[in-house]
């Protein structure tokens, strides 16, 4: 198994999640400052938008059209001209914050949700993962889900991979033509002190998977082998992570010392570099 450590690349953020690579630039949410940022990879960073919410899952139309999940509100939000107009209420079909999604080539979002109110303490049940036609129709594609969090696609978008965080697996589904699911089976069951968060897609066929209660991104085949583990700086806990830069190779991992706000800010983004490329979506 190959081991490896990060480097900060970007410092004094909230709490970054839903990290994605697109058109030579990081985007993420940072859950406390209610903002999307934009990044370089030599580290500058700007406010890409403000929202009256705390956002979570990033995502473009085919036109380039932002989507965010509003997470408290429970709701896809589209960017446009006039700024951030509801795409579909989630809140008939979730009973706690919404979350993180992937948005196909033509435009559905696959959103999960927790289930539960796991800050006040109470007991985790099964939920259901959302998909968002561009029309705006809302659809149960999947039931009985602990936790749907992190969610990939492979390159010819025939296979979802999603998180089941509470779960501590990875489960797939095959994608029919109409953005339905079938064929549900375990792409990895993890151990149960791993709890899955942010994952993204490599040219392999591998799944990097942020942790959330422990400080590493783990590489997982098929079958549940680990075969490549990263670590991130001392004191924080690995959320989510994203494949990019200009040859896919860069691990960008959003790592924070936990859910609630510090003083000052203590959310970073981490880099480290890794032999196999990206793959998929996001």
């Known amino acids: ?22 058109e030579g630039q990081l985007y993420f949410s940072d859950f406390h400052q209610r903002r999307i940022v934009r990044a370089r990879l030599d580290g500058t960073a700007s406010t890409a938008a403000q929202l009256d919410d705390v956002p979570s899952g990033l995502g473009w139309t085919p036109s380039g059209g932002l989507l965010v999940v509003s997470m408290l509100k429970r709701a896809l939000l589209k960017q446009t001209a006039g700024g951030f107009q509801v795409a579909a209420d989630l809140r ?18 696959y959103v999960g949700n927790f289930g539960f109110d796991f800050r006040s303490g109470e007991a985790p ?23 749907p969090n992190g969610v990939v696609l492979d390159d010819n978008g025939r296979t979802l991979i999603v998180a089941e965080t509470y779960a501590h697996r990875l489960t797939a589904f095959d994608v029919a033509g109409d953005g339905s699911l ?19 897609l490599d040219a392999e066929g591998q799944v990097w998977v942020a942790t959330a209660r422990s400080a590493q991104v783990i590489r997982v085949q098929e079958g549940g082998r ?12 690995a959320y989510a992570c994203m494949l990019g830069g200009d040859d896919g190779r860069t691990l960008f991992v959003c790592s924070a010392p936990g859910l609630k706000p510090t003083d000052p800010p203590a959310g970073r983004i981490e880099i480290a570099h890794v032999e196999v490329e990206r793959a998929g979506r996001p």
């Open 1 to 22: 198994m190959r081991e490896g450590h990060t480097e900060t690349l970007i410092v004094g953020l909230g709490f970054p999640e839903g990290p994605r690579w697109r």
């Open 92 to 109: 008939r079909w979730t009973v706690a914050g919404a979350n993180d999604m992937v948005v196909d080539e033509i435009g559905r979002a």
């Open 125 to 147: 049940r099964p939920t259901v993962l959302l998909r968002v036609d561009p029309s705006g129709e809302v659809v149960v594609a999947a039931n009985d889900l602990l936790f």
């Open 182 to 200: 079938s064929r549900r089976r375990v792409f990895a069951q993890l151990g149960d002190d791993v709890y899955p968060d942010g994952i993204c």
């Open 226 to 237: 680990m075969t490549a583990n990263v670590r991130v700086s001392s004191g924080s806990n």
